[in-house]
């Protein structure tokens, strides 16, 4: 069977988002890496079709990749993508052996996730200046929300007002998987929500349930750029860290709840995370406090 790379790469895409349920920004990824893996096989061996690739060609585009800078994450991400996709073309018959079956992964070092103190994060949010209309308030509300929920970048954005029960002290967001999960507000979070609530009604005169919680001044949906601005202008205020962004504010999150004694299962769950595997690496943060409040307190340390 011959089938040109693009018209399998439309159907392996029309895979991930009818049948995976994939995210759009794994999507996007997935199309990204798969054509500049064919832009490599063309240039380095002339190889026009990604099923006339082999093991060879598989590895010399690893090495290339290695050899550009790109990280051991970064490199294992990208052979994910092409795993996936000749699985796919051996499902669908038009090869009849999986060229990335030998590749190995790269070993990597395990890199903690760095995240904001706990003094710094208190001095951020009880001291940091918003302006009392509505950008200033919508602002402190994305840095609460982030702090106080754990949710993602994605996950705050298409976050709706309907999504949000104050009655129930919970709202939910639609997370990967295109699943959804509960997360408890707080009292201090549920306070900020109610005069948020207030300002965005004073400035778009209603608040519809279908309106998205967080928006730009002509009301239309904020996007992720928008959002890391806003995150990185406070934290390069109250924060020493070199890594600003909202995800820091997520990673922030689970490390102050494990370091004050949250379940790992809790904080998984919260997170919205498949396994524990991915909630484990936090705590290798709360160890290294545990360690540090061993060594100064224990006599014999």
């Known amino acids: 069977m011959v089938c040109k790379f693009t018209d399998m790469l439309f159907s392996f895409i029309s895979f991930l988002e009818n049948e995976k349920r994939a995210s759009s920004h794994t999507v996007l990824a997935y199309r990204r890496d798969l054509e500049t893996f064919l832009d490599f096989l063309q240039t380095a061996f002339g ?10 060609e598989i590895r010399a585009w690893m090495v290339d990749l290695i050899e550009e800078g790109h990280s051991a994450a970064t490199v294992n991400r990208k052979m994910a993508t092409l795993r996936s996709f000749y699985k796919f073309l051996l499902k669908s018959e038009v090869i009849s052996r999986d060229p990335t079956f030998k590749i190995q992964s790269l070993k990597k ?12 994060m208190g001095d951020l949010l009880d001291e940091a200046n918003f302006e009392a209309g509505f950008e200033g308030q919508r602002d402190r509300m994305i840095l609460e929300i982030l702090y106080l929920s754990g949710m993602r970048l994605s996950e705050l954005i298409g ?42 009604k004073e400035t778009f005169s209603l608040v519809d349930g279908n309106d998205y919680f967080i928006v730009k001044l002509n009301k239309e949906a904020a996007y992720p750029m928008m ?37 790992l299962n809790a904080v998984k769950d919260l997170l919205g995370h498949a396994s524990l595997a991915a909630t484990q690496v936090y705590t290798h943060n709360s160890i290294e406090k545990l360690k540090a409040v061993y060594e100064q307190a224990h006599p014999k340390a």
């Open 47 to 56: 190889i026009a079709q990604a099923e006339d690739a082999g093991h060879s």
């Open 109 to 120: 070092g395990r890199q903690l996730p760095s995240f904001v103190p706990e003094k710094e």
């Open 159 to 200: 976050l709706q007002w309907k999504e949000i029960d104050l009655a129930q002290s919970q709202l939910k967001v639609l997370g990967k998987g295109k699943k959804y999960r509960i997360i408890p507000i707080s009292p201090r979070l549920q306070k900020n929500i109610i005069s948020y609530q207030k300002v965005f």
């Open 227 to 263: 959002i890391y601005r806003i995150v990185r202008k406070y934290l390069e205020i109250f924060v020493q860290t070199t890594k600003k962004s909202p995800h820091l504010m997520r990673h922030t999150f689970a490390t102050h709840l494990l370091n004050k004694g949250a379940d």
